[in-house]
Structure formats: C-alpha cells, structure tokens
C-alpha cells in the first residue's frame, strides 16, 4: 500500500517537473515564439475558426435562424451537387488543369534551379535569379489585365498581326490556346519563385564534393548527376506530395481574371463554380459550402495517397 502511494507521488512530481521544464523552455525561447505568434493566430482567426461553417453543408440554411438553429437536410446539399452536371463538369475541368498543371509546370522549378546552380558567374547568377523571381511579386489582377490589353481582340499581338498582313489570333476566345496562356503564364510568374527552395537545397551541399568529382574526372553533366539530383529528390518527393494534395484548386485567382464566357466550357473549375454559385446563380451557402467540402476532402486524400506512394514506391521520405 505504501509502495503505490509513493508510485502516485512520485509520478505527480516527475509530471510536474516535465511541465515546469516545458515552461522553462517556453520562457527560454520567448522570442522564438513571440515570432512565431502573428502566423499562429493568423491560421487560427481565418482557418480554424471558421470551420464551423462547414455545417451548412449538412443543414437547409435560414438567415433567419442562422448557421447552428438552421434546419438539418438528410444530405440533401450533397445529393444536389452530385447529381449538378455543371459540378461535373467543372470536376472534369480541375481534373485537367491541375494535372496539367502537374506534368508541365512541377518540372520547370527544378531544372530552372539545376541551371542557375550550373552557371559560373555569381554575379550574371544573381541578375538571372532577380529576374526569374521578380514576377511573382506581381498580382493576378495587375497581370491579367496586361494579359488582357495584349491578347484581347483590339491589342497590341493583333494590332501587329494586321499591320503585317495577317488575321487576328483570338487567344483569349479559344479553349486550346487559353489553357496554354494559363500553363505558359503560371510558368512565367512562379518558376523563378518556386525554385528558390532547390536552390537552398543546392547550397547546402559541401563544394568539396564537386572538387572531388571534377578531380576523378566527373563532367558537369556528371556532377549533377551525381551529386545534385541526389539532394533534390527529397525536396522535389515533398513538393510533389504538396502539389498533388493541392490539385483540386486549379489556380482560382489567375482563372478568375483572365477567363470569360467564351471559355467556361474548358476553363471553369470547382473554385470559379463555388464563386458563382454563392455570389451569382445564388444557390445558397449550403451548396457552395458542399462543393468547398468535397474539394477538400478529396485534396485530404490525394495528399495521404501522395505521400504513401512516394514513402512506399520511390522511397524517399514523406511529410510523415
């Protein structure tokens, strides 16, 4: 009996003395967290909070009584949507730009990276790194109406055309050439700024073991070979994971200002469907919110899956 008493006792103060550790820690390294502090509220005001909205997706919504006294709806709001062949063919949509997406754009970072890692001079380097990164600072809204005063049928690309002698090219009309401003332009705006992750990938590799093969008689393309690719995998593994637990959003702000009526056919995707279906065709929150949950649900499970076949098949390490 006094055995386990003293087992209770001695296991309350060593859980006292763990968290007094903690907090000595906390108060340690104040700053640390003082820094971390603002992106952490940041997530719980406009992440964490809200969800409790996502209940509308299982209730018959009345501004009247609001979000938590509305009315449940046995799934009716799921059965709509799935049953919407504007939603499906809006699925069909992202399905498609967001692999696209994949296959053309996730590649571009990488050997835009193993490139600029390849040239010689630090300083000419540096410039290329400048300009490649600099168009990410611009917005969509800025770009799009540049795309637009260029593209556009009175723009300056067919104004040219004409002066030459040649007809207009409607690329802003026609499915096809839309989808590849959308790949091309993305490519533009985001490849400089994404492989700024490779390139401190590159930085942490030791130059003696470029010396080392340069010495056995390794050429450049060897070298990377060898000792480049090796430490981007990883990086590359996890941004693939990332990419693919994405690839249900599309790209909703460069689709939503660049496309138009003319193009809905192959450009709308999930996000510019939830927007009109709020905001324009009024369907209800209930609907949108449905549609908002699907499409993260099924990101939800593309990531874990993504993270699996690189863990299981490629071998290489996963976010978990």
Same mark, same amino acid.
């Given at each position: 009996m006094q055995n386990s008493v003293?087992?209770?006792k001695?296991?309350?103060?060593?859980?006292?003395?763990?968290?007094?550790?903690?907090? @000595?820690e906390v108060v340690k390294h104040?700053?640390?967290? @003082?820094?971390?502090?603002p992106t952490v509220l940041f997530f719980l005001i406009f992440a964490y909070v809200p969800m409790y909205g996502v209940v509308l997706a299982f209730k018959d919504f009345n501004y +009247? @009584?609001?979000?938590?006294?509305?009315?449940?709806?046995?799934?009716q709001n799921f059965r709509d949507v799935l049953s919407d062949?504007?939603?499906?063919?809006?699925?069909?949509?992202?399905?498609l730009i967001s692999f696209g997406r994949l296959i053309i754009e996730f590649p571009i970072p990488i050997l835009l990276a193993? %490139?600029?890692?390849? +040239?010689?001079?630090?300083? %000419?380097?540096r410039i290329f790194q400048t300009v490649f990164t600099f168009p990410h600072f611009i917005s969509w809204v800025v %770009?799009?109406?540049?795309?637009?005063?260029?593209?556009n049928d009175q723009g300056v690309l067919n104004q040219i055309l004409?002066?030459?002698?040649?007809?207009?090219?409607?690329? %802003?009309?026609?499915?096809?050439?839309?989808?590849?401003?959308?790949f091309t332009s993305n490519i533009w705006k985001e490849a400089g700024w994404s492989s700024i992750i490779y390139l401190a990938a590159i930085a942490g590799i030791n130059p003696e073991l470029y010396e080392a093969a340069a010495i056995d008689g390794a050429n450049r393309y060897q070298q990377m070979k060898a000792i480049t690719w090796p430490v981007l995998r990883n990086t590359a593994a996890i941004m693939l994971i990332l990419a693919v637990g994405g690839i249900m959003n599309g790209g909703f702000d460069q689709i939503f200002n660049l496309y138009n009526p003319a193009v809905y056919e192959r450009a709308d995707i999930l996000d510019t469907f939830v927007y009109r279906s709020a905001f324009v065709d009024s369907t209800g929150f209930g609907y949108s919110t449905t549609v908002g949950l699907l499409k993260s649900a099924i990101n939800c499970l593309l990531l874990f899956g993504a993270n699996f076949v690189v863990k299981r098949v490629f071998k290489e390490e996963g976010l978990y």
């Open positions: 003293s087992h209770i001695y296991g309350r103060q060593s859980g006292l003395g763990a968290n007094r550790r903690k907090w @000595l104040k700053y640390f967290y @003082l820094m971390i502090l +009247m @009584l609001g979000i938590m006294d509305s009315p449940w709806n046995n799934f062949p504007n939603f499906k063919h809006a699925f069909n949509n992202t399905l193993i %490139l600029l890692n390849e +040239m010689r001079f630090g300083r %000419l380097k %770009l799009s109406g540049i795309i637009t005063n260029i593209l004409v002066l030459f002698g040649f007809e207009k090219n409607a690329i %802003l009309l026609h499915d096809g050439s839309f989808l590849a401003l959308l």
